[in-house]
């Protein structure tokens, strides 16, 4: 499905980094999604959006999984 939107679709190099970079990085290279810091373990929906990005962090804020649009 990420096929299907535009620019920028995964974020592999920001694993690890600060969440609130990551979300100012993906903002940033791709201006067409909105970048949502999670903390994991949270409960989300599952639906599909080329407009967002989940940036999944720990509890001290460190990227945890690879973001990509969904």
């Known amino acids: 499905m990420a096929s299907e939107c535009q620019g920028k679709s995964s ?9 609130e970079d990551a979300e ?7 201006p067409d999604v909105d970048a949502v810091v999670v903390l994991e373990g949270s409960v989300v929906t599952g639906d599909f959006l080329c407009t967002r ?4 962090v720990d509890t001290d804020g460190i990227v945890t999984r690879v973001p990509v649009i969904g």
């Open 11 to 19: 974020w592999p190099e920001l694993l690890g980094a600060k969440g």
């Open 24 to 30: 100012a990085t993906i903002e940033r290279e791709n």
């Open 53 to 56: 990005v989940r940036v999944w």
